[in-house]
DNA sequence: GACTTGCTCTATCATATATAGAACAAATGT
DNA sequence: ACATTTGTTCTATATATGATAGAGCAAGTC
């Protein structure tokens, strides 16, 4: 797992974390059962602080991605993870929604849109920047 | 122009009337030259503080949706909102891709994610919550 | 000339982000 | 058995962001 940090971002870096985490899994680098660094050696890799590790680990966990398992580790689900109920759905709908209105306020049409997310599904199962 | 503030949302409430204030020029509710209300005017309506329908408006210039004139008020951007530049496009992508990402851990495929925009893309254009 | 406009300034409060260090108790590895 | 590693919890600090509040300014509008 290559991991980039970007300090002079928006993105908070706990998310940042997050998401790369996010990406291996949906690459398929990260397979149910596969254990996460320990937030302290994680933090010393990444450079940064080990709650702030930890706090990614919590927000992975809340999301269901993965197991945090008290004095022992951290692990991707191990029994995998389900597919999106109605709700998850909404609530990913919901935060692509502003996107996507600027984009038609940007005079996108729907087609370069799909186009679009066609090519970031390609990128995130290639592992692509 | 129907504005609705959540006001338990983790989005602030800025940027949730300017993603409004976007849907309403993506459906063509908002059309260049027409005018906004006053800072004092929108606020008071809203319920919200002045300066924070001000950061709105500042939000909305910055991406150039909106022409701020100073001591005389705020229209949208009355020469058309011109098509997305190759950096709009990839910035959009960078924030449209976590979400995209999430979207097959959560095991939907390519085109349940199309299907789910193209949904979106209508029910921005019906105004449709 | 009165009113409205966006802008600026100071101020306060709450929350979020990030770092730091220490201590705890249980699981793990040898 | 013992030392190490683990995530958790606690206090603490610093910075940034979000939101509100009120006042005053200078220029545009009616």
């Known amino acids: 797992m290559f991991i980039e940090i970007e300090a002079n971002s928006s993105v908070p870096?706990?998310?940042?974390?997050?998401?790369?985490?996010i990406e291996g899994i949906a690459r398929g680098d990260l397979k149910p059962g596969d254990s996460l660094p320990s937030v302290r050696a994680f933090a010393a890799d990444l450079g940064m602080n080990m709650h702030?590790?930890?706090k990614a680990y919590h927000y992975l966990e809340e999301k269901e991605f993965i197991q945090i398992v008290a004095k022992s580790g951290v692990i991707i689900q191990p029994n995998g993870i389900p597919k999106?109920?109605?709700?998850?759905?909404?609530?990913?709908?919901?935060?692509?929604r502003p996107l996507i209105a600027e984009g038609l306020v940007?005079?996108?049409?729907?087609?370069?849109?799909?186009?679009?997310?066609?090519?970031?599904?390609?990128?995130?199962?290639?592992g692509k920047l």
């Open 84 to 96: 999106a109920s109605e709700k998850e759905k909404q609530q990913l709908a919901a935060q692509i």
């Open 52 to 54: 702030t590790v930890n």
């Open 13 to 21: 870096i706990y998310l940042q974390l997050a998401q790369q985490l």
């Open 106 to 126: 940007l005079k996108l049409s729907e087609e370069e849109m799909v186009a679009m997310l066609r090519e970031l599904v390609q990128d995130i199962k290639e």
